[in-house]
């Protein structure tokens, strides 16, 4: 078994490919409402997160396995990487709001807007919706649920860690799984918690389990590119509540396992353009709607719209383009 001395690069990879189908998508509606088109290319593009999710889970496993950190300086880190973007982020769209309230759809109430900065569900304003000022901040609040979870988990005897976290996990989905909850319950219950144990069982279970046999590691990258093909060919209709973990749960289980497997026992191959789109998947997940909202308000004053692939492909690529840029100079500035 060969294990690489530096960041896993696999897993950066696919850091990058989470975010970038998050953003196609969120492109691909855009541009639908600007275009007059009725394109459906990369609806699985939701499916990112749930990638973003078993990664969380196998990445907090594998740099605590020591036992050197404390649950404090656990979450001293995790905060540390999370809060500074993110407060950037509604701070500005808070701003924006308040001075020019026609150009964004946000709805400003204080008890949402604290609970933003707080990373606690709220539903927002005058919708049925629970998700922060930035929407694409719920998967924040998820993911710091989960670390203060993990935090706690730390703090017990090494034998009881594993249990005692992915034991948590799992009755959380169980309890949104059999009891109707409404609200921030149902936030917290949601299915979806099961794809953080999924990463953590991947990096303490599995992979240990086997290091025992002789598997060539091309099978665990067939594997990955079989978990990439099920995330974009499921019927993404069916990705809800429960479903979502058998169209989007599962293929980010076989992605996430077989690109970490495959880098376990092999070297992988060096894509340093890939490598810097992952590291910077954080910002371009938090930058790309305001500035996929910049390319749009371009193209409306330029006249760029209605229908034709010409105008679609240009606004694909300059969208694209525009959130990489931002989201590279974003992350070095944080």
Same mark, same amino acid.
């Given at each position: &078994?060969? &294990?690489?001395?530096?960041?896993?690069?696999?897993?950066?990879?696919?850091?990058?490919?989470?975010?970038?189908?998050?953003?196609?998508?969120?492109?691909?509606?855009?541009?639908?409402?600007?275009?007059?088109?009725?394109?459906?290319?990369?609806?699985?593009?939701?499916?990112?997160?749930?990638?973003?999710?078993?990664?969380? *889970?196998? $990445?907090?496993?594998? @740099?605590?396995?020591?036992?050197?950190?404390?649950?404090?300086?656990?979450?001293?880190?995790?905060?540390?990487?999370? +809060?500074?973007?993110?407060?950037?982020? @509604?701070?500005?769209? =808070?701003?924006?709001?308040?001075?020019?309230? !026609?150009?964004?759809?946000?709805?400003?109430?204080?008890?949402?807007?604290?609970? !933003?900065?707080?990373?606690?569900?709220?539903?927002?304003?005058?919708?049925?919706?629970?998700?922060?000022?930035? %929407?694409?901040?719920? @998967?924040?609040?998820?993911?710091?649920?989960?670390?203060?979870?993990?935090?706690?988990?730390?703090?017990?005897?090494?034998?009881?860690?594993?249990?005692?976290?992915?034991?948590?996990?799992?009755?959380?989905?169980?309890?949104?799984?059999?009891?109707?909850?409404?609200?921030?319950?149902?936030?917290?219950?949601?299915?979806? &918690?099961?794809?953080?144990?999924?990463?953590?069982? $991947?990096?303490? +279970?599995?992979?240990?389990?086997?290091?025992?046999? #002789?598997?060539?590691?091309?099978?665990?990258?067939?594997?990955?590119?079989?978990?990439?093909?099920? $995330?974009? +060919?499921?019927?993404?209709?069916?990705?809800?509540?429960?479903?979502? /973990?058998?169209?989007?749960?599962?293929? !980010?289980?076989? &992605? %996430?396992?077989?690109?970490?497997?495959?880098?376990?026992? =092999?070297?992988?191959?060096?894509?340093?353009?890939?490598?810097?789109?992952?590291?910077?998947?954080?910002?371009?997940?938090? +930058?790309?709607?305001?500035?996929?909202?910049?390319?749009?308000?371009?193209? #409306?004053?330029?006249? /760029?719209?209605?229908?034709?692939?010409?105008?679609?492909?240009?606004?694909?690529?300059?969208?694209? *383009?525009?959130?990489?840029?931002?989201?590279?100079? %974003?992350? #070095?500035?944080?």
């Amino acid at each position: &078994m060969t &294990m690489p001395t530096e960041i896993l690069r696999n897993l950066q990879y696919l850091r990058a490919f989470a975010a970038l189908f998050v953003v196609l998508h969120h492109i691909e509606f855009t541009s639908n409402n600007l275009m007059n088109s009725d394109l459906s290319l990369f609806e699985f593009g939701s499916g990112g997160i749930d990638v973003f999710f078993v990664i969380s *889970g196998l $990445i907090m496993w594998i @740099t605590t396995a020591d036992g050197r950190k404390s649950p404090l300086e656990f979450l001293r880190n995790r905060v540390a990487r999370i +809060v500074p973007l993110c407060w950037f982020f @509604t701070i500005l769209a =808070t701003l924006i709001a308040i001075a020019a309230p !026609s150009i964004t759809k946000i709805v400003l109430e204080p008890g949402h807007v604290i609970s !933003s900065f707080l990373f606690i569900p709220w539903q927002r304003p005058g919708t049925e919706e629970w998700t922060p000022v930035i %929407v694409a901040g719920w @998967t924040l609040n998820l993911e710091m649920f989960f670390y203060v979870a993990f935090a706690v988990a730390l703090g017990l005897a090494t034998r009881w860690r594993l249990l005692g976290i992915c034991g948590f996990l799992s009755a959380c989905a169980a309890i949104g799984i059999i009891f109707p909850l409404e609200g921030a319950a149902k936030f917290y219950a949601s299915p979806i &918690m099961l794809e953080f144990a999924a990463g953590i069982l $991947i990096a303490a +279970v599995l992979a240990p389990w086997l290091d025992r046999f #002789r598997i060539d590691p091309r099978i665990y990258a067939a594997i990955a590119a079989l978990g990439l093909v099920l $995330i974009v +060919v499921l019927p993404w209709q069916q990705a809800t509540d429960l479903g979502r /973990l058998w169209v989007w749960g599962v293929p !980010s289980v076989l &992605m %996430v396992g077989g690109a970490y497997l495959h880098e376990r026992y =092999t070297q992988t191959v060096r894509l340093p353009w890939l490598h810097a789109i992952g590291d910077a998947s954080y910002a371009l997940y938090l +930058v790309h709607p305001m500035a996929i909202s910049m390319v749009r308000v371009v193209f #409306r004053k330029a006249g /760029l719209v209605g229908q034709g692939l010409p105008l679609t492909v240009a606004f694909f690529i300059v969208s694209i *383009g525009t959130c990489v840029i931002a989201a590279v100079i %974003v992350h #070095r500035l944080f």
